[in-house]
């Protein structure tokens, strides 16, 4: 019987893929009892076998023969019909699929379909019983059902539960009983928050006998604000959010702002229709918020190509396909992007209609080539929350730190005597040239939005805008004397690109022309300065200091190509000495034309010389005024002198050291408060004309046929009254209540995240293909109760996890498993494996490491060494893993590279991010068990976890063991696993008693090692951690 | 099977159970314990060595057991290596004519260029073996195996850009998301092996061009299939296979001592729970555990002899050069590991071509040939498939500057040049033609849908059956339009 005949095969694994196990069953055991029922048993046999060829897509059809509706199905073909109601034995369409011969068998063989006895049997019972055709059940707007009557009455909670209760009836089976209170709430914590509960929280479960007790658990979970962040993250896979642009070099993007809404939407329980109007058509609300316009982003999430040889047009093209996909998946559950190309072979969207939905989409101000820039336009820049209060405390410290630092103390008088007499010993006998002066710098200019700071060591630091192609011009007074050169150097700063020398990719900067000018007026007319030679200190191979005075704004000097960016000098000597008197004002221009976008230096400082030949060497290390303030060699020091020499002294005092460091630091802390203070993110916006859209013919972008306008499908009904034809309104009747999908495919999405299938077990496929409703009543009284309660996206939660249906243990027997091996009729609860971010998360949480800290950029945890270099179009890109909070965030922050995504969350089945995708998978790999097992974030989680197991646990072994154990699993250990740890805790301890360097190897994993001690008790009880972090229990919902 | 008795039924249900258990499952391990639970009978059943694959498969007969793919990534120039055009020698930096142009697509790279200036290859062509396979001075080695090659010259793909159409080659669709050829091999034949993955990847990079075209995880994706079937790369530095080793401070022993905790605690909890699924993962677990040793095991290759190490040439030793992974792929094929599949990046060869494409060869021609020696004299040959590939070709015209010595070649979808050997191809043969210009195929075009479909033959798998139902259509490698199989070139 097993496996004997191909045919048999084939049929058991279409029923099984096609219709779940539980249907097929139904089916057949029904089929003796039960009225056919054309959307449930018929309309799936003849869509798979049927429609490819004789169904809604006329550029297919073949024989001119329709059976997706009755018309088509019973008209007269001159004296035959395919179907005769009431009559298979005259009915063309049985005799075709019975026949033996192989030229008028239908299906075709050479088709490879195929229709099992069973199927036949079925086709002919339903002519039989007159051939009744429906409409296909999601396009016809539910109707709240009437809640059926049932036995077990007592067990009921709500109405939801009688219509899972009669169809188990009606099977003969009875639902389980209910989850002990430990697992309950380790259950709907982790489905309602993505974190485990406390153990206090348990306890407080465990103690409260009242009658609401489990109702109080939901409602404070429903009020925790980590309950957005877990609803966040099931949307950012269908969103396909992710921080890199995807395509070819997969530049880095900033949408981090957008994921910030979405868990402040999910956590103010924003009413679903608002969450869905703003997030498609927010920009074009009237008046729109910033928030509105930020919600937009979701439809900018796609992927943005930016290789050098692309066509713009067509990734355009793909990315307004991309939208209408996304948008046809998450509301309407429709596979729209199969009318791309020819009309709809299973549903009733012609290609027509597909382009006239893809006009919607069609109209943002977009360039398909945008990928290499990071964000691409349209952009909204945003300030981000939160940072102008901690930029005015950074501002203040130092002040204060300053401010300090003026009070003159007698170590600080004692070193400054020693100072002043020693620069001038030095200066006497030579030992100190003053060959460079600090120049005075009246002020810095810069074409676009730069702005110049004035640091203390008289250098400028380049901050606020980026522009591509800036130029600098800078005033510089020499005051009276004689100039023989200027020397530029180029400074690196915490604050630039990599602790570099500029804002751009990657901190190099390119100096395309270097000018100096000089004026008797600030303003008034100067006069260009012959530049005789220039030379640097380091000059990047093929882009030499004389390039930046070749008159040739496409060459320049450029600095890269050290293994770090260091500070680096240029000399450029004039042609003829310059003298100078108090008025002289010399300009310099610093320009940085070319394509090296963005590549201006970032920090510079000048000084000034009178020698006869001016060289890169030479310091006096101290600025004209001091020098001049030093006076003749020998000369007395005035007051005024004395006062200039004590400020500059402050800057270099051994004794000011300490006080210094804290200045810079703060500084830098407050240049990367400036840097991060405002982002962008990119949006939707529309054009102030509609682009024309057309019927692309194969989908081809260069191959437009006939124009077409917006405009909703006609079998999904129409725009409501009042509303524009453009995106807003579109959006407005996905949510509209006579959308006959919307409701239905949001539920059953949410259904899916509590169950771990859905009612409708093919989420993105509501069409003709997809997988009829286990409980079609049940999925019509949640989507109409959803849209009586306001699109209320909590309180439909509230309602499903305080159900009798939801709160079932999933304890499994033998005859339930034969008889529903997929728990498609629920009799007992969903025991199903959790996703790869909740076990990350999970570990993190017992071992008390979690980063609480909510929304803000991507951050990037401990990931294995080469992953991004190896596949990179360079080695250059590399991860560069964040240290500190960074390293224990929730699993949702971590930094999504398209190219390469992260690895253990992957590996568990994670979305790619790439496109929208709203299915769950858990499989079971071997490779898992290596990620829990000995992924550095595991192994640390299990060490801090057994910290916290002996310093909270009591003192005793088992105590401790019972406590670990309860913080992952909410309930303690029985008998056995008592006895299983404790055996094992004394083998482990035994190993590293004798093995002091084993215990020394395991304290010194990861970045919390540092302070931690390790003993041979610590490395034990890790070893126990280590496991129970990998207990299928753990990482399973039960 | 008209008149179903409930025992028929009863049955019918407990093969669909296993079914479906086995979906879930890597590997047939658990499906014991599942069957203990079922029903006693089923679990004297021996299933574990019966791996997961799609019933019914192979369904016509195989030639091949395995595929070893060496992709050239970024499109090697098939004008320089395999079809030479000797009679552009006298055409050089002439216009290319307008009537072999036809005014189809480039890339924005060279559209702007106001002239096409043909460059004749620099290298000297010999035919080799008695098969007479051209072959250019550019690969030294090659010719020893010429023999054993099979030359396609008529390959040709709509994709004209690197991502689209790498995507395309290796998933039958440009855009990223479908599973890859090496996923769909392992979904449908699953694994021959217990103890390691059946789809493996190894990337090298260029000395050609060091900074080159980037390669996507999702090129070795699982797609819609279960993520399983994704290819597991062996990685270059630290870990061959991702967090493959011990933590510091847990050596075997302990490890060992570990698991057989969590082996009874996973049991007791089965006993209490009744999940099967549980039972796999206790599998899973010991699957890991050996893994631990087999893949050490495997890419330890201090035991190979001298002669052996020498037909790779002299990189064989460095990990994460081509040729390591070209003897690693050997000893994955000895392994019955299904699929194995090589990146070499850097062929991409718009400017200064000639200096790079030297660099390509020397990474490459001496292990490659040696690969293909090493299956030759172990027997291996007969049952492995090799195919060496890259995305596209490359234009005769020149991009950028034009000298005898220097000239760079642009994208070239419209024909270009791959070789296949070993298991169930025709040894020593050259299939299809180009013009003289190696712009335009002549006869026999081979489609990519036409080559992957050829490889799931010599492995016995009808492309047309291969398939699952995704978002309603049955969606397979190779396409829903009519792509066949290259008869011709199958013995």
């Not at chain 2, 080793?245 to 075997?252: E, F, T």
């Given at each position: 019987m097993l496996n004997s005949t191909p045919r048999f095969v084939v049929w058991l694994l279409l029923v099984f893929v096609c219709s779940g196990g539980v249907e097929w069953i139904t089916n057949a055991e029904s089929a003796l009892s039960q009225p056919i029922r054309f959307g449930r048993d018929i309309r799936p046999l003849l869509s798979e076998n049927?429609?490819?060829?004789?169904?809604?897509?006329e550029g297919n059809r073949?024989?001119?023969?329709?059976?997706?509706?009755a018309e088509g199905a019973k008209e007269d073909r001159g004296g035959y019909r395919a179907v005769v109601p009431g009559d298979p034995e005259e009915s063309e369409l049985i005799k075709r699929i019975s026949t033996d011969d192989p030229d008028d068998l239908?299906?075709?063989?050479?088709?490879g379909k195929h229709l099992s006895p069973e199927d036949k049997r079925l086709l002919r019972r339903w002519i039989d019983q007159g051939a009744e055709f429906e409409s296909h059940w999601s396009f016809v707007p539910p109707v709240r059902p009437v809640v059926p009557a049932v036995h077990?009455?007592?067990?009921?909670?709500?109405?939801?539960d009688a219509f899972i209760l009669r169809k188990l009836e009606n099977a003969g089976l009875g639902p389980a009983p209910e989850a002990s209170k430990e697992t309950l709430i380790r259950r709907v914590t982790l489905d309602l928050t993505g974190l485990p509960p406390t153990p206090e929280e348990v306890e407080m479960f465990l103690q409260?006998?009242?009658?609401g007790a489990y109702a109080r658990v939901v409602d404070r979970l429903l009020e925790s604000e980590r309950y957005g962040e877990r609803m966040a993250l099931g949307w950012l896979n269908a969103a396909r959010?992710?921080?890199?642009?995807?395509?070819?070099?997969?530049k880095e993007r900033q949408m981090w702002v957008w994921r910030n809404w979405v868990i402040d939407a999910y956590n103010q329980n924003k009413p679903f229709d608002e969450f869905t109007i703003e997030q498609l058509a927010g920009d074009m609300l009237?008046?729109?918020s910033i928030e509105q316009k930020i919600a937009s982003a979701f439809n900018r999430n796609h992927r943005i190509n930016g290789e050098g040889?692309?066509?713009p047009e067509e990734y355009r093209v793909e990315y307004v396909i991309d939208r209408l996909e996304t948008t046809g998946t998450i509301?309407?559950?429709?596979?729209?992007?199969?009318?791309?190309?020819?009309?709809?072979k299973f549903d009733p969207i012609s290609q027509r209609e597909f382009y006239s939905l893809f006009s919607y989409f069609n109209?943002?101000?977009?360039?398909?080539?945008?990928?290499?820039?990071?964000n691409a336009e349209p952009i909204l820049t945003v300030p981000v929350p939160g940072t102008e209060a901690k930029r005015r405390m950074a501002e203040q410290r130092i002040q204060e730190l300053k401010a300090a630092q003026q009070s003159v103390s007698p170590e600080f008088l004692n070193e400054f005597e020693e100072w002043v007499e020693d620069v001038r010993r030095d200066l006497r006998e030579g030992k100190?040239?003053?060959?460079w002066q600090a120049a005075t710098v009246l002020n810095a200019h810069s074409t676009g939005d730069v702005t110049f700071q004035s640091l203390a060591d008289g250098s400028f630091l380049s901050s606020g805008g980026n522009p591509s192609n800036p130029t600098y011009t800078i005033k510089i007074r020499p005051g009276t004397g004689l100039v023989t050169g200027i020397r530029l150097e180029t400074l690196t700063h915490p604050s630039l690109t990599n602790g570099?020398?500029?804002?751009?990719v990657n901190g190099n900067f390119v100096l395309t022309e270097f000018e100096i000018e000089q004026g008797e007026t600030v303003s008034g007319k100067a006069t260009r300065l012959a530049i005789a030679s220039a030379m640097a200190g380091y000059s990047q191979r093929n882009y030499p200091i004389n390039l930046s005075i070749?008159?040739?704004?496409g060459s320049g000097w450029a600095v890269f190509g050290r293994p770090k960016m260091l500070d680096t000098s240029a000399v450029f000597t004039l042609a003829e000495p310059l003298n100078t008197s108090k008025e002289t004002v010399l300009t310099v221009r610093m320009r940085h034309d070319?394509?090296?976008?963005?590549?201006?230096?970032g920090r510079f400082r000048f000084s000034l010389s009178s020698s006869t030949d001016p060289a890169l060497e030479g310091e006096s290390g101290l600025p004209s005024n001091v020098i001049a303030a030093l006076g003749v060699p020998n000369g007395a020091i005035g007051d005024e002198e004395r006062l200039v020499l004590i400020d500059y002294f402050r800057q270099i005092a051994p004794v000011l050291a300490p006080s210094r460091s804290q200045v810079r630091e703060a500084e830098s802390v407050l240049a990367r408060l400036e840097k991060t203070a405002s982002t962008s993110v990119m949006v939707m916006s529309e054009m102030p004309e509609r682009r024309p859209a057309f019927i692309l013919n194969r989908g081809?972008?260069?191959?437009?046929?006939e124009e077409v306008f917006p405009a909703i499908p006609v079998s999904l009904g129409q725009l409501p009254a009042?509303?524009?034809?453009n995106r807003l309104g579109l959006a407005q009747w996905l949510v509209?209540?006579?959308?006959?999908?919307t409701a239905r495919v949001t539920v059953n999405r949410y259904w899916q995240m509590l169950?771990?299938?859905?009612?409708?077990?093919s989420v993105d496929d509501f069409g003709a293909q997809g997988a009829y409703p286990s409980h079609p009543e049940l999925l019509d009284w949640l989507a109409t109760e959803f849209v009586r309660s306001g699109w209320d996206i909590k309180s439909l939660l509230r309602l499903i996890v305080t159900s009798a249906t939801y709160r079932q243990s999933s304890v499994l027997t033998a005859e339930l498993y034969a008889r529903d091996p997929e728990n498609r009729l629920l009799a007992r609860g969903p025991r199903f494996r959790l996703a790869g971010e909740t076990i990350r998360d999970q570990a993190l949480a017992v071992s008390g490491?979690?980063?609480?800290?909510?929304?803000?950029p991507s951050v990037k945890p401990y990931q294995p060494a080469g992953l991004w270099e190896?596949?990179?179009?360079?080695?250059?890109?590399?991860?560069t893993r964040g240290s500190g909070e960074d390293l224990y965030r929730?699993?949702?922050y971590t930094f999504w590279k398209?190219?390469?995504?992260?690895p253990s969350m992957i590996l568990f089945d994670?979305?790619?991010?790439e496109r929208c995708d709203v299915s769950r998978r858990a499989t079971n790999t071997p490779l898992q068990a290596l990620v829990t097992l000995n992924d550095v974030q595991f192994v640390e989680a299990a060490r801090v976890f057994a910290e916290r197991m002996m310093r909270e646990g009591g003192d005793q072994m088992v105590d401790r063991l019972r406590y670990g154990w309860r913080l992952v699993l909410a309930r303690f250990p029985d008998a056995v696993e008592l006895e299983t740890l404790t055996r094992g805790y004394r083998m482990h301890l035994n190993h590293y008693q004798q093995h002091p360097q084993a215990v020394a190897d395991l304290a010194a994993?990861?970045?919390?090692?540092?302070?931690r001690q390790g003993s041979a008790e610590l490395a034990a009880y890790t070893a126990i951690a280590n496991m129970i972090l990998n207990l299928d229990e753990t990482v399973t919902r039960e | 099977m008209q008149n179903q008795t409930p025992q028929d039924l009863i049955e019918k249900r407990l093969e669909m159970t296993r079914r479906y258990f086995f979906q879930r499952?890597?590997?047939?391990?658990g499906g014991a314990a599942l069957g203990a639970l079922l029903r006693p009978a089923l679990a004297?059943?021996?299933?574990?060595?019966?791996?997961?694959?799609?019933?019914?498969?192979?369904d016509v007969t195989p030639k091949a057991k395995r595929v070893i793919y060496l992709f050239q990534s970024g499109a090697p120039s098939q004008l320089d290596l395999?079809?030479?055009?000797?009679?552009l020698d006298n055409r050089f930096?002439?216009?290319?004519p307008e009537s072999v142009r036809q005014g189809q697509r480039l890339t924005t790279m060279t559209s702007g260029q106001t002239r096409f200036p043909l460059a004749p290859s620099k290298y000297a062509f010999k035919r080799h073996g008695d098969s007479g396979a051209w072959i250019s001075e550019?690969?030294?080695?090659l010719p020893n195996v010429a023999d054993e090659l099979c030359f396609i010259k008529s390959m040709y793909t709509e994709?004209?850009?690197?991502d689209p159409a790498i995507t395309f080659f290796q998933?039958?669709?440009?855009?990223?998301g479908r599973p890859s050829m090496g996923s769909w091999v392992s979904y449908g034949l699953?694994?021959?092996?217990?103890?390691?993955?059946?789809f493996v990847v190894m990337v090298s990079r260029g000395t050609?061009?060091?900074s080159c075209q980037p390669l996507y995880d999702r090129l070795w994706g699982s797609g819609m299939l279960p993520?399983?079937?994704q290819g597991v790369k062996f990685l270059s530095?630290?870990?061959?296979?991702?967090?493959l080793s011990n933590p510091d401070g847990i050596d075997r022993p302990t490890r060992r001592r570990q698991l057989d905790d969590l082996g009874v605690l996973n049991q007791h909890r089965h006993d209490h729970v009744g999940d099967p699924e549980i039972s796999t993962r206790i599998a899973q677990y010991e699957l890991a555990y050996r893994m631990q040793v087999s893949v050490p095991e495997l890419t330890?290759?201090?035991?190979?002899p001298k002669s052996v190490l020498d037909m790779y040439g002299?990189?064989?030793?460095?990990?994460?050069t081509y040729a390591n992974n070209c003897l690693l792929a050997r000893r994955l094929a000895e392994r019955d590991v299904r699929f194995i599949q090589l990146y070499h990046m850097?062929?991409?060869?718009?400017?200064?071509l000639p200096k790079q494409i030297s660099g390509q060869c020397r990474d490459t021609d001496q292990p490659t040939t040696g690969l293909l020696r090493d299956l030759k004299q172990r027997g291996m040959l007969d049952d492995t498939l090799v195919v060496w590939a890259g995305e596209f070709g490359r234009t005769v015209y020149c991009q950028g500057k034009l000298t005898r010595e220097n000239y760079g070649r642009d994208h070239h979808p419209r024909c270009f040049t791959v070789w296949l050997a070993g298991g169930g191809i025709k040894p020593g043969m050259s299939y299809g033609a180009t013009d003289d210009f190696s712009y335009?195929?002549?006869?026999k075009p081979v489609h990519v849908n036409n080559l992957n479909a050829t490889i799931l033959a010599a492995l016995g798998i009808n492309h047309k059956t291969l398939s699952v139902p995704f978002q309603g259509l049955d969606l397979?490698?190779?396409?829903?339009?009519g792509h066949d199989v290259v008869h011709d070139i199958m013995l």
């Amino acid at each position: 019987m097993l496996n004997s005949t191909p045919r048999f095969v084939v049929w058991l694994l279409l029923v099984f893929v096609c219709s779940g196990g539980v249907e097929w069953i139904t089916n057949a055991e029904s089929a003796l009892s039960q009225p056919i029922r054309f959307g449930r048993d018929i309309r799936p046999l003849l869509s798979e076998n049927c429609y490819h060829c004789h169904g809604p897509d006329e550029g297919n059809r073949k024989a001119d023969l329709r059976l997706d509706h009755a018309e088509g199905a019973k008209e007269d073909r001159g004296g035959y019909r395919a179907v005769v109601p009431g009559d298979p034995e005259e009915s063309e369409l049985i005799k075709r699929i019975s026949t033996d011969d192989p030229d008028d068998l239908m299906p075709p063989p050479e088709s490879g379909k195929h229709l099992s006895p069973e199927d036949k049997r079925l086709l002919r019972r339903w002519i039989d019983q007159g051939a009744e055709f429906e409409s296909h059940w999601s396009f016809v707007p539910p109707v709240r059902p009437v809640v059926p009557a049932v036995h077990q009455t007592n067990w009921t909670r709500q109405s939801m539960d009688a219509f899972i209760l009669r169809k188990l009836e009606n099977a003969g089976l009875g639902p389980a009983p209910e989850a002990s209170k430990e697992t309950l709430i380790r259950r709907v914590t982790l489905d309602l928050t993505g974190l485990p509960p406390t153990p206090e929280e348990v306890e407080m479960f465990l103690q409260d006998s009242s009658d609401g007790a489990y109702a109080r658990v939901v409602d404070r979970l429903l009020e925790s604000e980590r309950y957005g962040e877990r609803m966040a993250l099931g949307w950012l896979n269908a969103a396909r959010y992710a921080d890199t642009n995807g395509y070819q070099n997969d530049k880095e993007r900033q949408m981090w702002v957008w994921r910030n809404w979405v868990i402040d939407a999910y956590n103010q329980n924003k009413p679903f229709d608002e969450f869905t109007i703003e997030q498609l058509a927010g920009d074009m609300l009237p008046n729109a918020s910033i928030e509105q316009k930020i919600a937009s982003a979701f439809n900018r999430n796609h992927r943005i190509n930016g290789e050098g040889g692309v066509i713009p047009e067509e990734y355009r093209v793909e990315y307004v396909i991309d939208r209408l996909e996304t948008t046809g998946t998450i509301w309407l559950g429709l596979t729209v992007g199969c009318a791309r190309c020819h009309s709809h072979k299973f549903d009733p969207i012609s290609q027509r209609e597909f382009y006239s939905l893809f006009s919607y989409f069609n109209n943002v101000p977009e360039n398909g080539r945008d990928g290499n820039k990071g964000n691409a336009e349209p952009i909204l820049t945003v300030p981000v929350p939160g940072t102008e209060a901690k930029r005015r405390m950074a501002e203040q410290r130092i002040q204060e730190l300053k401010a300090a630092q003026q009070s003159v103390s007698p170590e600080f008088l004692n070193e400054f005597e020693e100072w002043v007499e020693d620069v001038r010993r030095d200066l006497r006998e030579g030992k100190r040239s003053s060959m460079w002066q600090a120049a005075t710098v009246l002020n810095a200019h810069s074409t676009g939005d730069v702005t110049f700071q004035s640091l203390a060591d008289g250098s400028f630091l380049s901050s606020g805008g980026n522009p591509s192609n800036p130029t600098y011009t800078i005033k510089i007074r020499p005051g009276t004397g004689l100039v023989t050169g200027i020397r530029l150097e180029t400074l690196t700063h915490p604050s630039l690109t990599n602790g570099g020398l500029a804002r751009s990719v990657n901190g190099n900067f390119v100096l395309t022309e270097f000018e100096i000018e000089q004026g008797e007026t600030v303003s008034g007319k100067a006069t260009r300065l012959a530049i005789a030679s220039a030379m640097a200190g380091y000059s990047q191979r093929n882009y030499p200091i004389n390039l930046s005075i070749d008159g040739k704004s496409g060459s320049g000097w450029a600095v890269f190509g050290r293994p770090k960016m260091l500070d680096t000098s240029a000399v450029f000597t004039l042609a003829e000495p310059l003298n100078t008197s108090k008025e002289t004002v010399l300009t310099v221009r610093m320009r940085h034309d070319g394509s090296f976008n963005r590549h201006a230096v970032g920090r510079f400082r000048f000084s000034l010389s009178s020698s006869t030949d001016p060289a890169l060497e030479g310091e006096s290390g101290l600025p004209s005024n001091v020098i001049a303030a030093l006076g003749v060699p020998n000369g007395a020091i005035g007051d005024e002198e004395r006062l200039v020499l004590i400020d500059y002294f402050r800057q270099i005092a051994p004794v000011l050291a300490p006080s210094r460091s804290q200045v810079r630091e703060a500084e830098s802390v407050l240049a990367r408060l400036e840097k991060t203070a405002s982002t962008s993110v990119m949006v939707m916006s529309e054009m102030p004309e509609r682009r024309p859209a057309f019927i692309l013919n194969r989908g081809q972008y260069d191959q437009p046929g006939e124009e077409v306008f917006p405009a909703i499908p006609v079998s999904l009904g129409q725009l409501p009254a009042g509303a524009p034809n453009n995106r807003l309104g579109l959006a407005q009747w996905l949510v509209s209540s006579d959308n006959p999908l919307t409701a239905r495919v949001t539920v059953n999405r949410y259904w899916q995240m509590l169950f771990g299938t859905g009612l409708v077990e093919s989420v993105d496929d509501f069409g003709a293909q997809g997988a009829y409703p286990s409980h079609p009543e049940l999925l019509d009284w949640l989507a109409t109760e959803f849209v009586r309660s306001g699109w209320d996206i909590k309180s439909l939660l509230r309602l499903i996890v305080t159900s009798a249906t939801y709160r079932q243990s999933s304890v499994l027997t033998a005859e339930l498993y034969a008889r529903d091996p997929e728990n498609r009729l629920l009799a007992r609860g969903p025991r199903f494996r959790l996703a790869g971010e909740t076990i990350r998360d999970q570990a993190l949480a017992v071992s008390g490491l979690l980063e609480p800290v909510i929304g803000g950029p991507s951050v990037k945890p401990y990931q294995p060494a080469g992953l991004w270099e190896e596949v990179a179009y360079d080695k250059k890109m590399r991860y560069t893993r964040g240290s500190g909070e960074d390293l224990y965030r929730r699993s949702m922050y971590t930094f999504w590279k398209r190219a390469v995504a992260p690895p253990s969350m992957i590996l568990f089945d994670s979305s790619g991010r790439e496109r929208c995708d709203v299915s769950r998978r858990a499989t079971n790999t071997p490779l898992q068990a290596l990620v829990t097992l000995n992924d550095v974030q595991f192994v640390e989680a299990a060490r801090v976890f057994a910290e916290r197991m002996m310093r909270e646990g009591g003192d005793q072994m088992v105590d401790r063991l019972r406590y670990g154990w309860r913080l992952v699993l909410a309930r303690f250990p029985d008998a056995v696993e008592l006895e299983t740890l404790t055996r094992g805790y004394r083998m482990h301890l035994n190993h590293y008693q004798q093995h002091p360097q084993a215990v020394a190897d395991l304290a010194a994993i990861g970045e919390t090692s540092s302070s931690r001690q390790g003993s041979a008790e610590l490395a034990a009880y890790t070893a126990i951690a280590n496991m129970i972090l990998n207990l299928d229990e753990t990482v399973t919902r039960e | 099977m008209q008149n179903q008795t409930p025992q028929d039924l009863i049955e019918k249900r407990l093969e669909m159970t296993r079914r479906y258990f086995f979906q879930r499952t890597g590997l047939g391990i658990g499906g014991a314990a599942l069957g203990a639970l079922l029903r006693p009978a089923l679990a004297a059943k021996n299933v574990e060595s019966s791996p997961m694959r799609v019933t019914g498969l192979p369904d016509v007969t195989p030639k091949a057991k395995r595929v070893i793919y060496l992709f050239q990534s970024g499109a090697p120039s098939q004008l320089d290596l395999f079809d030479p055009k000797p009679g552009l020698d006298n055409r050089f930096d002439q216009d290319l004519p307008e009537s072999v142009r036809q005014g189809q697509r480039l890339t924005t790279m060279t559209s702007g260029q106001t002239r096409f200036p043909l460059a004749p290859s620099k290298y000297a062509f010999k035919r080799h073996g008695d098969s007479g396979a051209w072959i250019s001075e550019l690969m030294p080695h090659l010719p020893n195996v010429a023999d054993e090659l099979c030359f396609i010259k008529s390959m040709y793909t709509e994709q004209i850009n690197h991502d689209p159409a790498i995507t395309f080659f290796q998933t039958g669709f440009q855009l990223a998301g479908r599973p890859s050829m090496g996923s769909w091999v392992s979904y449908g034949l699953g694994s021959a092996n217990r103890d390691l993955p059946a789809f493996v990847v190894m990337v090298s990079r260029g000395t050609g061009r060091p900074s080159c075209q980037p390669l996507y995880d999702r090129l070795w994706g699982s797609g819609m299939l279960p993520s399983r079937h994704q290819g597991v790369k062996f990685l270059s530095v630290g870990d061959p296979v991702l967090y493959l080793s011990n933590p510091d401070g847990i050596d075997r022993p302990t490890r060992r001592r570990q698991l057989d905790d969590l082996g009874v605690l996973n049991q007791h909890r089965h006993d209490h729970v009744g999940d099967p699924e549980i039972s796999t993962r206790i599998a899973q677990y010991e699957l890991a555990y050996r893994m631990q040793v087999s893949v050490p095991e495997l890419t330890d290759t201090s035991n190979e002899p001298k002669s052996v190490l020498d037909m790779y040439g002299p990189n064989v030793r460095n990990r994460g050069t081509y040729a390591n992974n070209c003897l690693l792929a050997r000893r994955l094929a000895e392994r019955d590991v299904r699929f194995i599949q090589l990146y070499h990046m850097g062929w991409d060869q718009h400017f200064t071509l000639p200096k790079q494409i030297s660099g390509q060869c020397r990474d490459t021609d001496q292990p490659t040939t040696g690969l293909l020696r090493d299956l030759k004299q172990r027997g291996m040959l007969d049952d492995t498939l090799v195919v060496w590939a890259g995305e596209f070709g490359r234009t005769v015209y020149c991009q950028g500057k034009l000298t005898r010595e220097n000239y760079g070649r642009d994208h070239h979808p419209r024909c270009f040049t791959v070789w296949l050997a070993g298991g169930g191809i025709k040894p020593g043969m050259s299939y299809g033609a180009t013009d003289d210009f190696s712009y335009n195929i002549m006869e026999k075009p081979v489609h990519v849908n036409n080559l992957n479909a050829t490889i799931l033959a010599a492995l016995g798998i009808n492309h047309k059956t291969l398939s699952v139902p995704f978002q309603g259509l049955d969606l397979r490698l190779t396409g829903v339009e009519g792509h066949d199989v290259v008869h011709d070139i199958m013995l």
